[in-house]
């Protein structure tokens, strides 16, 4: 079975503090790819941060890095000195290679900024 | 360009009535996807195209009919639907390097 569980439905965080989101999966391949995606109330899908499997060195993006433990099949994002526009609802998901490879979703984690 | 890009952006109509959702992309993407998404619900996926074939259908009502007319548009025909149907209906396309790129949705209102 391949899934994707995110086990904290809403998180909140004060601006310019560090906060992490956390994402399990499950999955029987080895090649495969983890993904966060944000999406704000405009509705857009933004790629966040990418981390291929076979891949041991961290991603990372600007303020946005992941812990990607392959063992223990963990893939949490750390968000630092969080902003405003960072409120959104983020989403994990797994996705695999091939021309017709699909996305996995977990169910999302509200993200809030306190000013 | 490298963005998706669905028309139109809104969308209301009867549940006698025929619509069709647009997707474009000029990114030489050769898997396109349609999603639907319900409020604070993650997408679900409805059908993959790879090759402007149709690969994956995930039982998905026949009042939904997807159409690629070439490799870089995507189409999703609308009729009879059901006020269920509303939803945010979302548009992908992915890369070889395995990045997918989604469009901005569009927000769909069955009455």
């Known amino acids: 079975a391949q899934t994707v569980t995110q086990s904290q439905p809403e998180m909140s965080v004060q601006e310019a503090e560090t906060v992490t989101l956390s994402c399990t999966y499950d999955t029987s391949e080895s090649d495969y790819y983890l993904f966060w995606y944000k999406q704000p109330p405009s509705r857009q899908m933004i790629l966040v941060i990418r981390q291929e499997a076979y891949k041991q060195q961290n991603a990372t993006e600007n303020r946005f890095s992941v812990n990607f433990q392959k063992a223990a099949k963990s893939f949490s994002l750390k968000i630092s000195d969080s902003q405003l526009g960072d409120a959104a609802m983020y989403f994990c998901?797994?996705?695999?290679?091939?021309?017709?490879?699909?996305?996995?979703f977990g169910k999302g984690t509200k993200l809030s900024v306190k000013p | 360009d490298t963005e998706v890009t669905q028309t139109p952006k809104h969308l209301v109509m009867g549940m006698t009535n025929k619509k069709s959702l647009k997707c474009e992309q000029h990114m030489g993407h050769r898997a396109m996807y349609w999603y639907k998404q319900k409020a604070k619900k993650p997408p679900e996926l409805m059908f993959v195209?790879?090759?402007?074939?149709?690969?994956i259908n995930e039982s998905v009502p026949s009042r939904f009919s997807p159409e690629c007319p070439n490799s870089s548009l995507l189409n999703l025909h609308l009729h009879a639907l059901q006020p269920e149907d509303s939803a945010l209906y979302l548009c992908?396309?992915?890369?070889?390097?395995?990045?997918?790129?989604f469009g901005s949705g569009t927000r769909l209102t069955v009455v």
């Open positions: 998901a797994l996705g695999y290679g091939g021309s017709q490879g699909n996305l996995i």
């Open positions: 992908a396309s992915k890369g070889p390097n395995y990045g997918y790129t």
């Open positions: 195209y790879s090759y402007e074939k149709l690969s």
